[in-house]
DNA sequence: CGTTTTGCTGTAATCGATTTCAACGATAAA
DNA sequence: TTTATCGTTGAAATCGATTACAGCAAAACG
């Protein structure tokens, strides 16, 4: 590529330090205030950026202090709503402190060469965020000793098995207070539609959710799906095939949910009253479905500031192996979820009543 | 910040041409295949990167390049799932070109200093696809004249009276065609619920719903509204203010299309069967919402490979002013507008029968 | 066989900043 | 008055690549 056409000279420290009448290197003191600078020469080199309209070259400066003030962010996937939020978040906290994001696919890396290492490697780039916990091993292996590496964090997702530092939310703990809650709403058979199988999220889900279904009696069942709008619409027809229905399915992600719902209506059973549905995420949709889907909330922002911050303190303080920051969710009640006796009151019995108070231990 | 503990200096040029036994010169020659070696020497050198595990330091060529391979996308929100596929469509151009894509919100940088424009002045971007219709005039002022400035690109939106090169979709060819598929549904009362005021998208969507109403003779109304969820639901009380109810209306987003729907379900209102709902978009949810939702379809990504391409065409061959990029639409006709006889047939008369056949001319 | 061309190679300048180091004048301390 | 200290300042080295230029040998030419 011929970009030729663009040269159209900037001004240099040269240009500004000729025009002030001092040297490179007292103009380049005035720009960092490193040291310290007599007031009248100080104005002089002020006064000559203004008239020249010198910018300092970022390049330049990034060659000399060896950074590329770049931190790169790996999603598995960019046209995702959901990470998208999460950028929003790693931006507030990376703009202020002069850094740039850039933001690139996982897919875009294959296991066998070695690129993702290499924007490393080759300075360009400070830190990466990764956000996809579905790396393949021996691309995690090729990123290095978490206690020598100081400049990889996980954010929403992370490596089993792995020590790199990592923010996420309490999975498990939204799970149990998901089941907590249908519990106080009368549900003694709760269905769960899990993630995609081996995914981090979903095993920490499906922890939680056994976890509290185990400690509270409530009996569970478990359908293999996936977080998209296909694996709810699939779910629904393995949870006509169970042997006994359950009154409450807890979906491992709204979206699955909003699949599930629609379904269900297709097939005649609407919701709250025929089943009660519970989400994971609380995405902005899940407010306005019809019904409103009861879920819980994860705080993309802070997911996305937190990381961000995690990683100025890796590259500040060194490695942080072993580094796990779990923020906390919380449980949004919408009309999705209904009292179990409500419903048994204000609609024909529920075709699982029978299991009503059966208790189930692993 | 000092990153200090991060030094483990890396191989350099100078370390290959050393062992290779050869100059700087010739490696450089070696990497970048601008002129010819010697197969014994270029096997040597080879060799001894191989051995060193040298890597090219991207910032050192970048200043002596005077490039910085860098693609600044200017978005409104990057929280908005809309942008993130345009983006992933910029990128799969971008990546190929070894082109690294960086966001940043156009909120950020605020109209009075010249951040924006620094990005190109700095080097810190070779150039921006700017996603966001609504910058202040004096912003867009400062980005220079467009038949001068060949790094700037418009995407999806662009700024009237500004001769910035852009790529977008046929707003109003969309609306056309929805008018005219409504129409021969039966429809000859319209509302047209709008983006926000004085938005670009706005503007023409609503021009071509006007024209086609006009050419067909159908009575429309028009409410204002913006592209949110919320302004459906806002635009439901004033569609019931409105001296007589239309049987169809038309959205400019499905998001505008799913709050409607949503609020006119609480009002005991059902879609299609009670008022059509026509939307815009074609957001993935659209499918699946309840009643999946007719609309236009926007080709995000090729909005994105587009509008890359544009730019690297003006980076390549200089400013290209005026030039405009219109991509095609497609209605996708779905289950939220339903034939106007079908549904008189089946349903209770609509109130506004008696508007049937009334012409409009502005 | 002398001259020109061609192909390959190395030296050194260059990109635009930061930073080390030495020097300088002025002030404080002895 | 002499010496030590301090705050300023500039010259020059440096970061790690690319590339203009010149040199040189081998091949092609007349």
Redesign the interface.
């Known amino acids: 590529?011929?970009?030729g056409?663009?040269?159209k000279k900037?001004p240099t420290i040269q240009d500004v330090a000729a025009r002030a009448e001092v040297s490179t290197a007292t103009v380049s003191r005035v720009l960092s205030q490193s040291s310290s600078v007599s007031a009248g020469k100080r104005q002089a080199v002020l006064d000559a950026i203004d008239d020249t309209g010198y910018?300092?070259?970022?390049?330049?400066r990034?060659?000399r202090t060896?950074?590329?003030h770049?931190v790169l962010a790996l999603l598995p996937?960019?046209?995702?709503?959901f990470?998208?939020?999460v950028?929003?978040g790693i931006?507030k906290v990376l703009?202020p402190?002069g850094l740039?994001?850039?933001?690139?696919?996982t897919k875009?890396f294959n296991a066998t060469d070695e690129e993702l290492v290499?924007y490393l490697?080759?300075?360009?780039a400070?830190g990466v965020i990764i956000l996809d916990g579905s790396l393949p091993p021996q691309m995690v292996a090729a990123l290095g000793d978490p206690a020598q590496e100081?400049?990889i964090v996980f954010a929403c997702e992370w490596v089993n098995n792995s020590d790199f530092p990592s923010v996420r939310s309490s999975n498990s703990d939204g799970a149990m207070q998901a089941v907590e809650y249908l519990y106080s709403l009368g549900h003694r058979h709760i269905t769960h539609v899990t993630g995609p199988p081996n995914n981090v999220l979903t095993l920490e889900r499906e922890a939680g959710f056994e976890r509290a279904c185990n400690r509270l009696g409530v009996h569970y069942t478990s359908i293999t799906g996936g977080f998209s709008?296909d694996a709810g619409?699939q779910a629904t027809k393995k949870l006509f095939a169970l042997d006994s229905p359950p009154t409450a399915v807890f979906c491992a992600s709204d979206t699955i949910a909003?699949?599930l719902?629609?379904a269900l209506?297709k097939e005649g059973l609407s919701v709250p009253a025929d089943v009660s549905v519970f989400g994971f995420d609380d995405i902005?949709?899940s407010k306005?479905?019809?019904p409103p889907i009861s879920t819980i909330h994860q705080d993309r922002i802070a997911l996305g500031t937190r990381a961000a911050c995690l990683l100025?303190r890796c590259?500040?303080q060194?490695p942080q192996p072993g580094l796990v920051e779990q923020l906390p969710v919380q449980l949004i009640a919408r009309d999705s979820c209904s009292s179990l006796t409500d419903s048994v009151a204000s609609y024909p019995p529920m075709n699982d009543i029978s299991t009503l108070g059966r208790n189930v231990t692993t």
Not at 77 to 81: E, K, M, P
């Open positions: 590529m011929d970009f056409h663009l040269s900037a910018r300092v070259n970022r390049t330049a990034n060659l060896q950074r590329s770049i996937d960019i046209g995702n709503a990470f998208s939020q950028l929003q931006e703009t402190q740039a994001l850039v933001v690139a696919e875009q290499n490697q080759d300075h360009r400070d100081s400049r709008l619409v909003m699949g719902i629609s209506s902005e949709l306005h479905f019809m100025l590259l500040e060194g």
